[in-house]
């Protein structure tokens, strides 16, 4: 009798908590939704919480014990020392400014590494650029030269606009030590504070995603020490949301980004840092397992693979590729089939959509080989 009337109390304080959550995403998307479009104003977001919380904690538990990818060379985070300019010394005002740097391609169009691996390139040609001492004599013109001659072409203009600005912001706010922004500074609101682009305070092209970023970066780091933060939702934690329906994608609510709308980013900002929160898990623990788990083996089912036209902007055209064929199937077992939350993946989220056309959307149900279907055994054992 004790023990049923333990569990019921139980259930009816779990049921509290999970309708506090629900109304907590709900004003985080409702603060958040201040948009011109009122399509996107009033678009209501849906989130499976149990979902969310079965699907971030597997990930979260393979990470943590280097399970498969996450044991794998290469299913590392860009920011790591091998992908820095050597004459770097890590956790200096020079790693802070090369950190801070690195967040303008973040932002989508570039994949990370490489704009890690090039930015590198770049600072060891030039690392003057990266001074706010030297903010004043740059010209943006020729910052943007400089950004494309390394390969980082993409918004080469306008962020060269931000790069001389915000050096010029930190040398005469914060003594030319991007590190100073953070003295005091212990929660996420007082990070906004200080560097979200509003009411002309902060930083130019830093929102919500944007201080996350930096957050993450400096945590990582070393550079700050670690408090509650929500993660960068970038289109790697959009895929896991929406392909596993943590998320539900509904036509009507798309706009020209597809499903990479304000509602839905506020959302999902709001679902992982509370997620954190309530299970004590470090948020850099959520952001890697999130990205670094879609980077590796989300990428590798073939219909998420792209064929993309000449750059055209975000009217450049983007095709499925043909599948399947016996590497693809291969590779089905080494990503889908080896995969720990495979059991509620349910939709194809292409990469080349977001980075190339700054959109989120769903291909279609995700699918598997059809020799898997009809000799499972025998595709089983090829591997």
Not at 124 to 142: C, S
Not at 210 to 216: E, G, N, R
Not at 239 to 251: D, G, L, M, P, Y
Not at 319 to 337: H, M
């Amino acid at each position: 009798m004790l023990l049923s009337l333990l569990f019921l109390l139980y259930a009816i304080r779990d049921a509290s908590a999970r309708k506090g959550l629900h109304g907590y995403i709900k004003r985080a998307y409702t603060a958040d939704s201040n948009s011109k479009s009122r399509e996107e104003a009033t678009m209501a977001t849906c989130v499976d919480i149990r979902r969310a919380e079965d699907v971030f904690s597997r990930l979260v538990g393979a990470y943590s014990r280097k399970e498969y990818p996450f044991n794998l060379p290469e299913t590392v985070p860009p920011q790591i020392a091998k992908n820095l300019p050597k004459s770097i010394t890590w956790g200096s005002r020079e790693h802070a400014l090369f950190l801070f740097s690195l967040c303008y391609w973040m932002r989508g169009g570039i994949e990370s590494h490489t704009a890690t691996r090039q930015l590198a390139k770049l600072y060891e040609q030039n690392p003057e650029i990266f001074l706010p001492e030297y903010g004043d004599l740059l010209v943006p013109k020729i910052l943007s030269s400089f950004f494309r001659v390394v390969g980082l072409g993409f918004n080469a203009d306008q962020i060269a606009r931000l790069w001389q600005k915000n050096l010029i912001t930190i040398k005469d706010l914060w003594n030319s030590d991007p590190r100073t922004i953070f003295n005091d500074v212990t929660t996420y609101e007082e990070a906004c504070e200080r560097i979200q682009n509003r009411r002309r305070k902060g930083f130019g092209g830093f929102q919500e995603k944007m201080v996350s970023m930096i957050i993450y970066f400096y945590m990582d780091a070393g550079i700050i020490d670690r408090w509650n933060f929500p993660i960068p939702v970038d289109f790697h934690v959009l895929r896991t949301v929406f392909a596993h329906e943590i998320v539900k994608a509904r036509s009507r609510d798309a706009n020209a980004n597809g499903f990479y709308t304000r509602p839905v980013l506020a959302s999902v900002r709001a679902l992982c840092e509370d997620y954190c929160r309530r299970f004590n898990v470090d948020p850099l623990i959520l952001c890697e397992a999130l990205w670094l788990y879609s980077r590796t083996m989300c990428d590798k089912h073939p219909g998420n693979r792209s064929i993309v036209s000449k750059r055209r902007g975000r009217r450049t055209k983007v095709r499925p590729v043909t599948r399947w064929t016996e590497s693809q199937a291969r590779t089905y077992e080494q990503s889908c089939n080896s995969c720990v939350v495979n059991g509620t993946c349910r939709w194809l989220v292409p990469s080349a959509e977001y980075y190339v056309r700054g959109r989120i959307t769903l291909r279609g149900m995700r699918d598997s080989p059809p020799q898997q279907s009809l000799f499972p055994i025998l595709v089983f054992s090829l591997t």
